[in-house]
DNA sequence: TACAAAACCAAGCGCTCGGTATGTTTCGTT
DNA sequence: AACGAAACATACCGAGCGCTTGGTTTTGTA
């Protein structure tokens, strides 16, 4: 089992082999394409944006994908993968119910703020979704419903069993991944609070203030 | 005083008068662009297809508008101005600072999810702002946050004060203003929770126990 | 009913788009 | 050193883009 050295390997494992040279350059294709769709959106960058920021030419990118959306799909799969296995994570090493919450809001946080790449992915992720097509859009959806949204639903509807929060959990649900996810857009690193500060501030709102100062 | 017969009137207060007719197509204009631009992005919207919907022809848009982004500018700057007004108002109007956190955060759900314009609209603000012109940018910026934005931080700066509130106020501002703002992506009407559920569900979360139930 | 202004159409310009076809270079293997 | 495959460059295609132009119809006004 060899350690994962990229951030788009996970969803190679078990699809192809790729040489050492192939891989770097199909990494670097995917980052830049990342970057570009986040800070333009996905319809206004170019493919001949992409092979440039490569360093190599447009009709080059197509020995590697085989259309421009194949690199939309790759990316938002990643990311969702990734996100729906840290999630997974969390909730199997919480102790308890509200140790399990304070880990996954605290790793939604992580996942939108600490890595560039991820950062810049979800960006993507949240805006041009919509441009998959219907087979890529469909397998996505399944990954980022069954394996964050669901997941994230199940932990708070236990919380709300367990009165450790007082409200709808399936407005919680949404009342954090929107606030996580979004924090992308006002949330500076190096600012008043730091990434642990603003999960636990998340953290408070939600649940009882009882259970908080517990 | 005339009454405001149209989602897009404000915006022409003291610019210009316009005839009947001129005004009928031009709001069945931006009404079209907005519902396009809303569900397949301003990029991938194209004149001819807000031209078709509307039942003239590409050319004549440029008779009514200069260019396609001059369109979006305007509903991004109508649907944030008429917010901000909505929300100004309903802080006056609560006569403590209960009222006024209750009443803004059902203002906003209202103005997301009860006019389909409106709701397009912000669909359009949360995805495509980016695409605003340099000038253009900065004027729905300033409107969006001095109007909307700092009017909630404001109102809960003074509800951290009185306590009725216990995390930090500019956390909980985004808090509000991202779940209502996104509950278009997952709130349906008709649905186990109304409107004014959905707005008290989150008022009930934010809010500390003891004042909840007061 | 005459007329100017506003609204509209038909046609198309210049340009860029995603993607392809074909030939050339690079590289690991032997 | 030789060879085959992978990785790239070059050049281009058809389609579609935002927007313009010049001429025609519709409209409000007197």
Redesign the pocket.
């Given at each position: 089992m060899e350690k994962s050295t990229s951030f788009f390997d996970k969803i190679f494992i078990g699809t192809q082999a790729m040489?050492k040279?192939?891989k770097d350059?199909y990494d670097i294709i995917l980052r830049e394409a990342t970057a570009l769709f986040s800070e333009n959106g996905y319809s206004s960058?170019?493919?001949?944006q992409i092979a440039e920021r490569t360093g190599?030419?447009?009709?080059?990118l197509?020995?590697h994908f085989?259309?421009?959306?194949e690199i939309l799909f790759i990316i938002l799969k990643s990311a969702s993968l990734i996100t729906s296995g840290k999630i997974k994570k969390s909730i199997e090493q919480g102790i308890n119910c509200k140790e399990q919450l304070r880990n996954t809001i605290r790793v939604l946080i992580e996942v939108v703020h600490e890595d560039e790449v991820f950062s810049a992915s979800w960006s993507v992720l949240n805006r041009d979704a919509r441009h998959l097509t219907n087979d890529h859009r469909k397998e996505f959806t399944k990954i980022y419903n069954e394996g964050i949204i669901k997941a994230l639903q199940d932990l708070l509807i236990e919380c709300k069993k367990q009165r450790l929060v007082k409200t709808d959990p399936l407005v919680l649900t949404h009342l954090i991944s929107d606030t996580t996810f979004f924090s992308i857009r006002w949330f500076k690193k190096g600012g008043r609070l730091d990434l642990d500060q603003l999960a636990n501030q998340i953290f408070l709102t939600v649940v009882n203030n009882d259970e908080a100062t517990a």
């Amino acid at each position: 089992m060899e350690k994962s050295t990229s951030f788009f390997d996970k969803i190679f494992i078990g699809t192809q082999a790729m040489t050492k040279h192939n891989k770097d350059r199909y990494d670097i294709i995917l980052r830049e394409a990342t970057a570009l769709f986040s800070e333009n959106g996905y319809s206004s960058t170019t493919v001949r944006q992409i092979a440039e920021r490569t360093g190599i030419k447009s009709g080059s990118l197509f020995h590697h994908f085989s259309t421009k959306e194949e690199i939309l799909f790759i990316i938002l799969k990643s990311a969702s993968l990734i996100t729906s296995g840290k999630i997974k994570k969390s909730i199997e090493q919480g102790i308890n119910c509200k140790e399990q919450l304070r880990n996954t809001i605290r790793v939604l946080i992580e996942v939108v703020h600490e890595d560039e790449v991820f950062s810049a992915s979800w960006s993507v992720l949240n805006r041009d979704a919509r441009h998959l097509t219907n087979d890529h859009r469909k397998e996505f959806t399944k990954i980022y419903n069954e394996g964050i949204i669901k997941a994230l639903q199940d932990l708070l509807i236990e919380c709300k069993k367990q009165r450790l929060v007082k409200t709808d959990p399936l407005v919680l649900t949404h009342l954090i991944s929107d606030t996580t996810f979004f924090s992308i857009r006002w949330f500076k690193k190096g600012g008043r609070l730091d990434l642990d500060q603003l999960a636990n501030q998340i953290f408070l709102t939600v649940v009882n203030n009882d259970e908080a100062t517990a």
